[in-house]
């Protein structure tokens, strides 16, 4: 994938991540990850997108 794609998808989910952690909060997580680990969370869940990409791309 293209690196602003991927970029762009890494931010998309991080906000997304932070979001339902905000909404859920203290009272059903045990913890708050800081912004550097809804980051990695974030990229983490893209790099397992990009494997199911690459997976599905025919073989050349």
């Known amino acids: 994938m293209?690196?602003?794609t991927v970029?762009?998808?890494e931010e998309k989910i991080e906000?997304?991540?932070a979001e339902v952690i905000v909404k859920m909060g203290l009272k059903k997580l045990?913890?708050?990850p800081d912004r550097r680990t809804m980051h990695?969370?974030?990229k983490a869940a893209v790099t397992v997108y990009e494997a199911v990409v690459?997976?599905?791309r025919p073989n050349e």
């Open 2 to 4: 293209e690196p602003k």
């Open 7 to 9: 970029e762009k998808l």
């Open 15 to 17: 906000e997304a991540i």
């Open 30 to 32: 045990p913890l708050l």
């Open 40 to 42: 990695l969370m974030a």
């Open 54 to 56: 690459e997976d599905r």
